[in-house]
Every structure is written in structure tokens, then in C-alpha cells.
């Protein structure tokens, strides 16, 4: 479960592994990071692509999510996953939920 207040923004990381539990150092062809209400609908609330991704030599890629993708989003439980496309297999490496807590202090990213 990844917990964080709705607004912030939060930053992640994570490596894909080989069948050995190692690091693969190259970068993927496509990555999905999807954020969606529910695993019934089709729209995607969230979602990164590798042109958003970061990724650095020790194999790891750096998700950020902003304040802008969560601050009109309800408090409550959604769910997410990270898929991997290469030479045309589709994987999804990562499935859990995002829970949205409540924010007090309103202030950033307000103009």
C-alpha cells in the first residue's frame, strides 16, 4: 500500500528484476505507471509513461507524482500498477493500492 496526503507530491522508485533477482540495467522500450478509481473502468486518473519516468544507471526508474495529478482527486483507496512492454511482451511488474489521506494546510500550489 502506498499512503500519502492528497496534493503532495510523492516520489518513488523502483528496478526491474531478472528470473536471478538482478537488476536489468536497460531501459525498457515502454512503462506504464496507471492510476485508476477502481479495476472495472477504463479511465486512468494518473498516468506516466517512460518520456515521464526517470531512469539512471544503477537501473532504477523515478516516478514523481505530482501536486497537480492528485489535488482534485477525492480522499479514498485507488488502485495502480506498473507494465512493462519489451519486444513486444506486455508484463506488469508492480500491482497495489494508493490511498489519498486528508491534507490540512490547502496553501501550495495555489496562485
Not at 500500500?1 to 510523492?10: A, E, N, Q
Not at 538482478?22 to 485508476?36: C, D, G, M, Q, Y
Amino acid at each position: 500500500m502506498i499512503k500519502f496526503t492528497r496534493g503532495d507530491t510523492y516520489k518513488f522508485k523502483f528496478q526491474r528484476k531478472d528470473a536471478n533477482n538482478e537488476p536489468i540495467l536497460v531501459r525498457a522500450e515502454k512503462i506504464w505507471f496507471t492510476v485508476k478509481k477502481n479495476n472495472k473502468t477504463s479511465e486512468k486518473l494518473i498516468q506516466k509513461t517512460l518520456n515521464d519516468i526517470v531512469f539512471d544507471n544503477e537501473g532504477f526508474y523515478h516516478v514523481t507524482i505530482e501536486h497537480e495529478d492528485t489535488k482534485n482527486l477525492k480522499y479514498k483507496k485507488y488502485v495502480c500498477d506498473i507494465q512493462v512492454e519489451n519486444a513486444g511482451v506486455v508484463t506488469t511488474i508492480f500491482k497495489d493500492t494508493i490511498i489519498l489521506d486528508k491534507e490540512v494546510t490547502f496553501e501550495g500550489g495555489i496562485n
